[in-house]
């Protein structure tokens, strides 16, 4: 590992003074280093199913039509568990 520790914002300081400390292990466990794919993956899946538009216009109607749909997708997730 040879990410330096002088330079750049502190919030990495930081974060590579952590992971030079536990090792990358450690660190990715701390940090959640890994986790962003399932996130990924649930946004992909939705955006496949329902497109990345609304027909609503409003944002009142937004919020109805995206809740609506996250609703059934719910629960279709829920189906398979």
Do not use: H
């Not at 330096?4 to 952590?18: A, C, T, W």
Request: glycine fraction near 8%; include cysteine; aromatic fraction near 12%.
């Amino acid at each position: 590992m040879n990410a330096r520790v002088d330079r750049g914002p502190p919030e990495r300081r930081n974060s590579v003074i952590i992971l030079k400390t536990l090792g990358e292990k450690a660190w990715g466990r701390l940090m959640g280093y890994g986790r962003r794919w399932t996130a990924e993956t649930a946004f992909s899946t939705f955006k496949r199913l329902y497109g990345e538009y609304c027909m609503a216009r409003s944002m009142e109607n937004i919020t109805k039509e995206l809740s609506a749909k996250a609703y059934v997708f719910n629960m279709l997730i829920n189906l398979q568990n």
